[in-house]
């Protein structure tokens, strides 16, 4: 299924990797009341959750959830990514790889957590992401997703501004009208959501449960 534009974020965030462990060092990424109600939640469903991130960024989650007794699993198509995570979260399992690529096998997870990653596949692809999130989890497993929200839908190479310097990265952007579409023909259980302003743009977070 490798696509051109896989590479094409692959490269970018190989690139933009040391500047996430700027930001991590500089506390730039804060655990927000979100990411806190969504552990706790899970925590009520599973006594000993598992969880798999998609995309850990400077893995300062992963460390959360990790401090919290979470058996944290991480993937990304980025090996610089992985390498500035797993200083974060050394106790994480780290994955590189393409997450619509990688054999799983028979591995499931109490939770996945996907913040702010969902835009970086087509809208085609995204209802993969969304059938392959559904059959990793257990029954009854939660998935927080999270999404940029915009007026109008386009897809294709774009910039992405990271300490004073432009990367080029494929991005999709989502309007209500198509996330709500993706979700109601989606087999997962909206559970929570709600859209927090977000620099002028709007940001969509919920919570799914799988049926």
Do not use: C
């Amino acid at each position: 299924m490798t696509k051109k534009y896989f590479n094409l974020n692959k490269d970018a965030y190989d690139e933009m990797a040391p500047f996430y462990k700027i930001r991590g060092e500089r506390g730039d990424f804060k655990i927000k009341k979100d990411v806190a109600n969504f552990a706790d939640f899970v925590q009520k469903n599973f006594k000993y959750p598992s969880i798999l991130e998609i995309g850990p960024g400077a893995g300062l989650v992963l460390k959360y959830f990790s401090e919290r007794g979470f058996k944290t699993t991480a993937i990304d198509i980025s090996s610089q990514i992985i390498s500035v995570a797993s200083g974060n979260s050394p106790k994480t399992e780290y994955i590189y790889g393409n997450f619509l690529d990688y054999d799983f096998k028979n591995k499931k997870f109490d939770a996945l957590f996907a913040k702010a990653v969902f835009h970086l596949f087509s809208l085609e692809d995204a209802y993969s992401f969304i059938g392959k999130s559904h059959g990793l989890l257990v029954d009854k497993g939660l998935m927080y997703l999270s999404v940029f929200i915009r007026n109008n839908s386009g897809e294709g190479v774009k910039p992405k501004s990271m300490e004073g310097n432009i990367f080029y990265r494929y991005n999709k952007d989502w309007t209500k009208e198509e996330l709500n579409d993706i979700l109601r023909n989606s087999p997962f259980k909206v559970l929570d959501n709600s859209i927090l302003t977000h620099n002028e743009i709007y940001k969509w977070r919920g919570v799914l449960q799988k049926e």
